[in-house]
């Protein structure tokens, strides 16, 4: 059943068709101003609630669309071990899509609902998962440079003020973290093997580069959310800001990679205390964004073939949920 049809969950309140009472408003905003966390049951206002679902359906949309890009590469992985840990890790990917998905829920959004905007392709998810994954180094420049970036982007969420989106995000940084050092592993042993390895590993950070530094979003003057999400504690640094950090963490990993990030104009700034880099292709960003990436379709394509194929599954579930449900209610009248 979608969200049109069906009144608020009575845990969520909702204030359509009712102005926001001063005295509610002046509660929450006391509430963000001393770090204090907003949970399913609080007065919120209708814009935090619509951000809150926009960037947590954008974030588990990623999740699961990220699951792709890896998922290509299960079947031809070089090793038992290899295979294996890809494969754990692209289950964890699921999961936190789950928890992101069950997140955006208690704000009065069914998952239902989310999957149709992005099979219909109206919602967004990282415009990161759009590239292809030619090859097995591919692997190794997603977790550490894409999972990287992630962790950049979600240790601050942890203390987003929102609290389902906040606790989710513990978990899922643990995880990354595990998800971030297996890529670094892979490039390692790539970057120390033959010639032709390491070639292969230097394509793929080539590759993925300038595409990590995107995942942050616009630059700041660009990013027409970011003030308010910032105001309301949703996000706690800009995006330019994370991006930096990215950069300055990444730059002696490469190092000890021994291999090279591919911007002439990347070099540490003594003043600034940071490394100094080149233009991003920000038409590049946008194109992308608006559904002319190079993985786009097969993307959408492959999402909506899996949900069409799952239909029967979400079916069984259904009747038999509804059969111990119908069960459980006899009982009760038996024993009453
Ligand atoms: N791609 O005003 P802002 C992962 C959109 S998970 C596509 O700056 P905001 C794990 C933005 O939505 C990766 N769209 O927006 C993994 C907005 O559009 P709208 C996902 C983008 O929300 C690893 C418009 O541009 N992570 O990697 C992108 O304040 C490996 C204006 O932008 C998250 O979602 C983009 N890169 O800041 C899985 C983290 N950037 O909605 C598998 C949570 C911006 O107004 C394998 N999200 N846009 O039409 C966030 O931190 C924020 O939402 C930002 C964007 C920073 C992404």
Redesign the pocket.
């Known amino acids: 059943m979608h969200t049109a049809d069906r009144p608020a969950p009575a845990a969520v309140p909702t204030q359509h068709g009712q102005p926001d009472t001063t005295e509610a408003q002046a509660e929450f905003d006391a509430r963000i101003a001393a770090e204090g966390r907003i949970e399913p049951r609080d007065w919120m206002p209708e814009a935090y609630r619509k ?1 809150l679902i ?3 359906g ?6 699961i ?3 792709q ?2 998922g290509n590469w299960i079947t031809r992985a070089p090793s038992l071990k290899r295979k294996s840990i890809l494969m754990a ?2 289950q964890d ?1 699921a999961g ?1 899509g789950l928890y992101l998905y069950s997140a955006a829920e208690t704000l009065g959004i069914d998952r239902d609902t989310m999957t149709e905007q992005l099979i219909e392709g109206t919602a ?6 759009n590239y292809p994954t030619p090859t097995w180094a591919d692997m190794g420049a ?2 550490w440079l ?2 990287g ?2 962790i950049c ?2 240790v601050p ?1 942890c203390r987003a003020s929102y609290g389902p989106y906040a606790r989710a995000m513990v978990r ?1 940084c643990k995880e ?1 973290s595990f ?1 971030q050092r297996q890529g670094f592993e892979i490039l390692y042993e790539l970057s120390h093997g033959t010639e032709a390895q390491k070639a292969m590993a230097q394509d793929a950070v080539d590759r993925w580069w300038w595409p990590s530094l ?5 630059p ?1 003057a ?5 003030a308010q ?1 910032m105001a309301w504690k ?2 706690r640094f800009s ?1 330019d800001e ?1 991006r930096q950090r990215f950069v300055d963490m990444t730059v002696p990993q490469s190092e000890v990679l021994g291999l090279t990030l591919p911007d002439p104009d990347l070099k540490w700034n003594e003043d600034r205390g940071h490394y100094d880099f080149g233009e991003i292709d920000w038409t590049e ?1 946008k194109e ?2 608006k559904g002319r990436g190079p993985c786009n379709h097969l993307r959408i394509a492959n999402r909506k073939a899996a949900h069409d194929n799952g239909a029967w599954v979400r079916e069984a579930a259904s009747a038999y949920a509804a059969k111990q449900s119908r069960r459980t209610a006899d009982a009760y009248q038996e024993a009453s």
Do not use: C, W
């Open positions: 951000t926009r960037q947590i954008q974030h588990a949309h990623s999740e669309i990220g699951m890009p890896e890790k692209v990917e936190h967004r998810y990282s415009s990161i998962f997603i977790g894409v999972d970036a992630a982007n979600q969420l899922i990354e998800h995107m995942m942050f979003g616009p700041d660009d990013s027409p959310n970011s999400s949703i996000k995006n994370l960003f992308v964004l």
